[in-house]
């Protein structure tokens, strides 16, 4: 099993910047995918970003590019995402998602493909 602990979530002021944690522990060495997801009262999940472990490969939800930032430490066990100019359609419950694929790029941002979640962070934004 593997447990996904996200933290980093807080209230800030529009145009400011957040820096999202995801720890995943236990048997970590079939994890392929690293993602984040996000979701807003009434509104369904959302893919935000996937980095593939052990390459720079990256994608991002076209909301987020060229504002978010997912990276992952050495280990590969961490996964971060920098979170700048924030603005108030970015207020969510954000969720780490963890898989085993050979390709993360299929179907990255379909939620159902995702064998493991962390319990969540939310992000305030107020403008």
């Known amino acids: 099993q593997v447990e996904l602990v996200e933290s980093g979530g807080d209230s800030v002021q529009a145009g400011g910047s957040l820096r999202l944690s995801c720890v995943a522990s236990g048997y970590t060495r079939k994890i392929t995918c690293m993602g984040w997801f996000r979701q807003a009262p009434g509104k369904e999940r959302e893919a935000v970003a996937v980095?593939?472990?052990?390459?720079?490969?990256?994608s991002y939800a076209d909301s987020v590019k060229g504002r978010f930032t997912i990276s992952q430490d050495n280990d590969e066990n961490t996964v971060f995402l920098q979170m700048n100019s924030l603005n108030a359609e970015d207020t969510a419950m954000y969720y780490c998602?963890?898989?085993?694929?050979?390709?993360?790029?299929?179907?990255?941002?379909?939620?159902?493909?995702?064998?493991?979640w962390g319990q969540g962070t939310q992000v305030t934004v107020s403008s």
């Open positions: 998602a963890a898989r085993n694929a050979m390709y993360c790029s299929r179907s990255w941002s379909v939620p159902s493909v995702y064998d493991y």
């Open positions: 980095i593939q472990s052990g390459s720079s490969w990256t």
